[in-house]
């Protein structure tokens, strides 16, 4: 199988390219020229060609909570969303803290999943930060980092033994920043909203205070760690420093958290909870800071799929999170390219390359010669309104249903096939 | 305000002599004025009733209290919430003596379908057991839906367009007339 | 009158006029209770349900005497919030009520936000009864009639509310309404009982009780839940009386004329002194009266508005 798109806005961060061009696939990989009459030719005039975006933090609920979401449908909606890689959560049910889940994980994507999946492994076993998992293990079935997001790790020494012993793997521990003292029973950002609609708070300082922790068990270990979903002000100050003290730190956010405040929750929507809670503009102003001056390195979807049943409940039973796979990309376009926070090149760096480097993939977030052929192809005239019914994901609980969008992935090619497509939809 | 060419069916002297009609025939048939107690149906029946109050004092020529209370139907009525645009502002009612054992002489400006006083019928039923309930009006304009009947009536003009009372109290003129 | 709307959720809802047509809504239900039959038919045959998932007798108590003196027919239902994590969903508990036609729902409920899920899922008109530590507005109301019926005014009056503010919905009810009708609102009360950005409701933060009681014209003394002292909000139940108990000496700074209220159930001797709790000054048997018809009032208002939507609805079709 060999593609060749023709004069194709090739925008590479891997190699700060931006150039109108072709790109020839042969055999899964980027060429330099195809060795016969290409079998499919595809017309990329008015289209931008970016590397394959990788999400390096989603939840594909498989195995244990298939009804809200399966490798097979959580990898179309990823598909979908212009995403090729995207790297799971270990709280599935069991969660991925042996060999074998990993490995089922792997075998299930390999059969049914229409992008990369890469597993990430628990820290602790079953992620309750009491001993820690058999990290070298899991680094052999297959795990791309490790976290027991969802949870954090309370305990300083085990998260200092953490860093230190997967520091022999070269992964990065992901840190869930969160105080559970300070954010306990809370269900939304701590402030003026919380008052007046009668939920318990979650301050800004349970994540500070936890990022600060680590950061420190970072300098104490040299360890590699990467915070998960930053959502403070302080967070991205913090990072921000560590940063300028050399330290092996980075950090993701996610597109709610510089899209939306917790004015947001007023109507007792759940599809506004999730944690990190939405904060306040101030913060929303500071991750677009911390964006834009490099201080956060990653932006992920934190694409948590839940039930209708699940969501549909009293704010404080409802279960935290919100999917994120077929938004990524336009929030990303629309709230921080065409807002100039960011450069179109350096938003896609976020998603791409910048990723790839900290979880040392070979072969992907670029388009340069030798590459994996993950690519995905953008229209940034395309408007669309995101539209519940036309969801792949098998959960719908997203906040953004109804919102109108001018930008999005209009063709994913994972490993040199193409997986989506805007016309044919996926392709098998 | 009434239209320049309204049609007139009382004007503030015939309001007079209708009142003072209205009061000789209740005392006709009233002989004990200690047993009479007067209620007024908001709004105009309210104004109306004190007027009649008055009226049969002067008939009688005596000084006396005579019981007067006010009465607002609004939470007896069956056509809660069909009243147009609004929901009619509740009233005060205030009846300030023991009904018991007085002949009620009940006071309205216009008797038209009869549900209104089957309505403060009810409401004075809530208070006790009058020893008699006596309709005044001081015009009938005829058309009832229910089996209902003024005792004593000023003035009987039958017509299946509104009529509507106006009393200086109020409306800073007594004028009865056809309105639309 | 500007009354339209097919719920009562909270107060933060409602604008000033509103609030002004409740309040003048309430005196002729009040004058029903003077009668030897305390009953209007205002609203027979509709059926209104007490859905309770939190134990309270007077709210619960007072609904109810309030609808049956409307002539509706009452239903309560007293549920556990444990058996509905485990079980019936709370929106299936109401889409049951209203396959069984109920036209009112008044729901009581410890999580914050249960009565919009109700609204937001059903036809039935829905009345806040309180709901975590969201909004209490009937309380508010009442609150509000029974100053305004002892003051003759609200606008302009100084108003003390006593404890702890952080977990209370009726605080956050009086707040919402009182301001709305122009009083100045203090709060007093240890630090962690009282959110700081609640200054931005327009309310005076104090943590001195003698300073905070000094001129006012209300004193409304909220319930002190003891669980609060397990969370280490404040020491101990000494400590709390000894700093915020309103009692006769404190009161000799307020204004000679001030009005003592309380929501009920009192901790006589923790939050109020027995003395301040039985003295001339204190409205709070009035407040229950009160409670009665202004919820009347609600009902009333609500019910006569939903007719009306239902006909327009028709009318349109």
């Given at each position: 199988?060999?593609?060749?798109?023709?004069?194709?806005?090739?925008v590479d961060?891997?190699?700060?390219?931006?150039?109108?061009?072709?790109?020839?696939?042969?055999n899964?990989?980027?060429?330099?020229?195809?060795?016969?009459?290409?079998?499919?030719?595809?017309d990329?005039?008015?289209?931008?060609?970016?590397?394959?975006?990788?999400?390096?933090?989603?939840?594909?609920?498989?195995?244990g909570?298939?009804?809200?979401?399966?490798?097979?449908?959580?990898?179309?909606?990823?598909?979908?969303?212009g995403?090729?890689t995207?790297?799971?959560?270990?709280?599935t049910?069991p969660?991925?803290?042996?060999?074998?889940?990993v490995e089922?994980?792997l075998m299930k994507?390999q059969?049914?999943?229409?992008v990369?999946?890469?597993?990430i492994?628990?820290?602790?076993?079953n992620?309750?930060?009491q001993?820690?998992?058999?990290?070298?293990?899991?680094?052999?079935?297959?795990?791309?980092?490790?976290?027991?997001d969802?949870?954090?790790?309370s305990n300083?020494?085990?998260m200092r033994?953490?860093?230190e012993?997967?520091?022999?793997?070269?992964?990065p521990?992901?840190?869930?920043c969160?105080?559970k003292?300070l954010?306990?029973?809370?269900?939304?950002?701590?402030?003026?909203?919380?008052?007046i609609?009668?939920l318990?708070?979650i301050p800004?300082?349970?994540?500070?205070?936890m990022?600060?922790?680590?950061i420190?068990?970072?300098?104490?270990?040299?360890?590699?760690?990467?915070i998960?979903?930053?959502s403070?002000?302080?967070?991205?100050?913090?990072?921000?420093?560590?940063k300028?003290?050399g330290l092996?730190v980075?950090?993701?956010?996610?597109?709610h958290?510089f899209?939306?405040?917790?004015?947001?929750?007023?109507?007792?929507?759940?599809?506004?909870?999730m944690n990190?809670?939405?904060?306040r503009?101030k913060?929303?102003?500071?991750v677009k800071?911390?964006l834009?001056?490099?201080?956060?390195?990653?932006?992920?979807?934190?694409?948590?799929?839940?039930t209708?049943?699940?969501k549909?409940k009293?704010?404080?039973?409802?279960?935290?999170?919100?999917?994120?796979?077929?938004?990524?990309?336009?929030?990303?376009?629309?709230e921080?390219?065409?807002?100039?926070?960011?450069?179109f090149?350096?938003?896609?760096a976020?998603?791409?390359?910048?990723?790839a480097?900290?979880?040392?993939?070979e072969?992907?977030?670029?388009?340069a010669?030798?590459s994996?052929a993950?690519?995905?192809?953008?229209?940034?005239?395309?408007?669309?309104?995101y539209?519940?019914?036309?969801?792949?994901?098998k959960?719908?609980?997203?906040?953004?249903?109804?919102?109108k969008?001018?930008?999005g992935?209009?063709m994913?090619i994972?490993?040199?096939?193409?997986?989506w497509?805007?016309?044919?939809?996926?392709?098998? | 305000?009434?239209?320049?060419?309204?049609?007139?069916?009382a004007?503030?002297?015939?309001?007079q002599?209708?009142?003072?009609k209205?009061?000789?025939?209740?005392?006709?048939k009233?002989?004990?004025?200690?047993?009479?107690?007067?209620?007024?149906i908001?709004?105009r029946?309210?104004?109306?009733?004190?007027r009649l109050?008055?009226?049969l004092?002067a008939?009688?020529n005596?000084?006396m209290?005579?019981p007067f209370?006010?009465l607002?139907?609004?939470?007896?009525?069956?056509?809660?919430?069909?009243?147009?645009?609004?929901i009619?502002?509740?009233?005060?009612?205030?009846i300030?003596?023991d009904?018991?054992?007085?002949?009620?002489?009940?006071?309205?400006?216009?008797l038209?379908?009869?549900r209104?006083?089957?309505c403060?019928l009810?409401v004075?039923?809530?208070?006790?057991?009058?020893?008699?309930i006596?309709?005044?009006?001081?015009?009938?304009?005829g058309?009832r839906e229910l089996?209902?009947?003024?005792n004593?009536?000023?003035?009987?003009y039958?017509t299946?367009?509104?009529?509507?009372?106006?009393l200086?109290?109020?409306?800073g003129q007594?004028v009865?007339?056809?309105?639309? | 009158m500007?009354?339209?709307?097919?719920?009562?959720?909270?107060?933060?809802?409602?604008?000033?006029?509103?609030?002004?047509?409740?309040i003048?809504?309430?005196?002729?239900?009040?004058?029903?209770?003077?009668?030897?039959?305390?009953?209007?038919?205002?609203l027979?045959?509709?059926?209104?349900?007490n859905?309770?998932?939190?134990?309270s007798?007077?709210t619960r108590?007072?609904f109810?005497?309030?609808a049956?003196?409307?002539?509706?027919?009452?239903?309560?239902i007293?549920?556990?919030?444990s058996?509905?994590?485990?079980?019936?969903?709370?929106?299936?508990?109401?889409?049951?009520?209203?396959?069984?036609?109920?036209?009112i729902?008044?729901?009581r409920?410890?999580?914050?936000?249960t009565?919009?899920?109700?609204?937001?899922?059903?036809?039935?008109?829905?009345?806040?009864?309180?709901?975590?530590?969201?909004e209490?507005p009937?309380?508010g109301?009442?609150?509000?009639?029974t100053?305004y019926?002892?003051?003759?005014?609200?606008?302009?009056?100084?108003?003390l509310?006593?404890?702890?503010?952080?977990h209370?919905r009726?605080?956050?009810?009086?707040?919402?309404?009182?301001?709305?009708?122009?009083?100045?609102?203090?709060?007093?009360?240890?630090?962690?009982?009282?959110?700081?950005?609640?200054?931005d409701l327009?309310?005076e933060?104090f943590?001195?009780?003698?300073k905070?009681?000094?001129?006012?014209?209300?004193?409304?003394i909220?319930r002190?839940?003891?669980?609060?002292q397990?969370?280490?909000?404040?020491?101990?139940v000494h400590?709390?009386?000894?700093?915020?108990?309103?009692?006769?000496?404190?009161?000799?700074?307020a204004k000679?004329?001030v009005?003592i209220?309380?929501p009920?159930?009192?901790n006589?001797g923790?939050?109020?002194?027995?003395?301040v709790a039985d003295?001339?000054?204190?409205?709070?048997?009035?407040?229950?009266?009160?409670?009665?018809a202004?919820?009347?009032?609600?009902l009333?208002?609500?019910?006569?508005?939903?007719?009306k939507q239902?006909?327009k609805?028709?009318?349109?079709?």
């Amino acid at each position: 199988m060999s593609i060749q798109i023709k004069n194709i806005r090739v925008v590479d961060p891997s190699n700060k390219t931006d150039k109108v061009g072709d790109i020839f696939i042969e055999n899964g990989e980027i060429v330099s020229k195809l060795s016969g009459t290409p079998d499919k030719v595809i017309d990329g005039k008015n289209k931008t060609a970016v590397p394959g975006l990788i999400d390096i933090h989603s939840h594909l609920r498989e195995p244990g909570q298939e009804e809200k979401e399966t490798i097979a449908t959580g990898t179309r909606s990823a598909c979908k969303g212009g995403i090729t890689t995207v790297f799971c959560m270990p709280n599935t049910k069991p969660v991925t803290d042996n060999a074998p889940s990993v490995e089922y994980i792997l075998m299930k994507s390999q059969k049914e999943g229409k992008v990369n999946v890469f597993p990430i492994g628990c820290i602790t076993k079953n992620s309750q930060g009491q001993e820690l998992a058999e990290i070298g293990i899991l680094k052999k079935a297959g795990i791309v980092a490790v976290s027991d997001d969802g949870v954090p790790v309370s305990n300083s020494q085990i998260m200092r033994r953490a860093l230190e012993y997967t520091k022999m793997f070269s992964i990065p521990v992901i840190a869930h920043c969160e105080d559970k003292e300070l954010s306990k029973n809370g269900v939304m950002n701590a402030g003026k909203n919380s008052m007046i609609l009668g939920l318990r708070g979650i301050p800004n300082q349970s994540e500070d205070v936890m990022v600060a922790r680590d950061i420190m068990l970072a300098e104490l270990t040299s360890g590699r760690l990467h915070i998960a979903h930053v959502s403070t002000a302080g967070s991205v100050e913090l990072v921000r420093q560590a940063k300028k003290k050399g330290l092996n730190v980075t950090c993701e956010t996610c597109p709610h958290y510089f899209t939306l405040t917790d004015d947001a929750v007023k109507t007792y929507d759940t599809n506004y909870k999730m944690n990190p809670p939405l904060r306040r503009q101030k913060d929303v102003d500071a991750v677009k800071e911390g964006l834009a001056d490099g201080t956060i390195d990653c932006i992920a979807t934190d694409h948590a799929p839940h039930t209708f049943e699940d969501k549909n409940k009293e704010f404080d039973l409802a279960p935290f999170g919100i999917i994120g796979f077929e938004t990524l990309l336009s929030l990303v376009l629309n709230e921080l390219v065409d807002k100039k926070v960011l450069s179109f090149q350096d938003a896609i760096a976020k998603m791409t390359v910048n990723p790839a480097k900290i979880f040392s993939l070979e072969k992907r977030g670029s388009l340069a010669v030798g590459s994996i052929a993950d690519i995905t192809i953008i229209d940034t005239e395309y408007s669309y309104e995101y539209k519940k019914e036309n969801i792949l994901s098998k959960s719908k609980n997203s906040p953004f249903i109804g919102r109108k969008f001018k930008g999005g992935a209009v063709m994913t090619i994972v490993g040199g096939k193409i997986a989506w497509s805007q016309k044919d939809g996926i392709i098998n | 305000m009434a239209e320049k060419n309204k049609k007139i069916i009382a004007d503030s002297n015939k309001i007079q002599l209708l009142i003072n009609k209205l009061a000789k025939d209740i005392l006709e048939k009233n002989i004990d004025i200690s047993e009479i107690a007067v209620v007024g149906i908001q709004t105009r029946g309210v104004y109306l009733a004190k007027r009649l109050l008055k009226e049969l004092l002067a008939v009688k020529n005596i000084n006396m209290e005579i019981p007067f209370g006010i009465l607002d139907i609004t939470l007896y009525r069956d056509d809660l919430g069909e009243m147009g645009a609004d929901i009619p502002t509740i009233k005060d009612t205030n009846i300030p003596f023991d009904i018991n054992a007085k002949n009620i002489i009940l006071v309205d400006d216009v008797l038209y379908t009869g549900r209104t006083i089957r309505c403060a019928l009810d409401v004075l039923k809530d208070y006790g057991r009058p020893k008699s309930i006596q309709l005044a009006v001081l015009i009938d304009r005829g058309y009832r839906e229910l089996p209902i009947q003024a005792n004593f009536t000023g003035l009987s003009y039958h017509t299946k367009e509104q009529v509507c009372v106006e009393l200086s109290e109020v409306d800073g003129q007594d004028v009865a007339y056809i309105c639309d | 009158m500007p009354f339209n709307r097919k719920d009562l959720l909270g107060l933060e809802d409602l604008d000033k006029k509103e609030i002004q047509t409740i309040i003048d809504s309430v005196k002729p239900f009040k004058s029903l209770f003077t009668r030897s039959i305390k009953k209007a038919p205002a609203l027979i045959g509709k059926t209104v349900v007490n859905l309770f998932y939190e134990p309270s007798t007077r709210t619960r108590t007072s609904f109810e005497i309030a609808a049956k003196r409307l002539s509706a027919d009452v239903v309560n239902i007293a549920t556990a919030t444990s058996s509905v994590v485990k079980g019936e969903s709370l929106i299936d508990t109401g889409k049951t009520l209203e396959a069984m036609k109920a036209d009112i729902i008044i729901i009581r409920h410890s999580l914050a936000g249960t009565p919009e899920i109700l609204a937001k899922n059903l036809n039935a008109s829905i009345i806040n009864a309180g709901d975590g530590f969201h909004e209490h507005p009937t309380q508010g109301l009442l609150d509000l009639y029974t100053i305004y019926e002892k003051k003759k005014k609200i606008e302009g009056l100084k108003i003390l509310l006593v404890g702890d503010i952080l977990h209370s919905r009726v605080a956050k009810s009086n707040i919402w309404a009182l301001t709305k009708m122009g009083a100045k609102l203090r709060v007093v009360g240890p630090p962690t009982l009282i959110p700081k950005n609640i200054t931005d409701l327009g309310v005076e933060i104090f943590y001195d009780l003698d300073k905070a009681i000094k001129g006012v014209d209300v004193v409304n003394i909220l319930r002190i839940q003891m669980e609060r002292q397990q969370e280490n909000l404040f020491p101990s139940v000494h400590e709390y009386v000894e700093l915020y108990q309103v009692t006769s000496e404190r009161l000799a700074n307020a204004k000679p004329d001030v009005l003592i209220m309380h929501p009920g159930p009192m901790n006589r001797g923790i939050e109020i002194s027995s003395s301040v709790a039985d003295s001339p000054s204190a409205v709070i048997n009035e407040q229950v009266t009160n409670g009665i018809a202004v919820r009347m009032a609600v009902l009333y208002l609500l019910a006569a508005a939903r007719i009306k939507q239902g006909k327009k609805h028709v009318n349109s079709n």
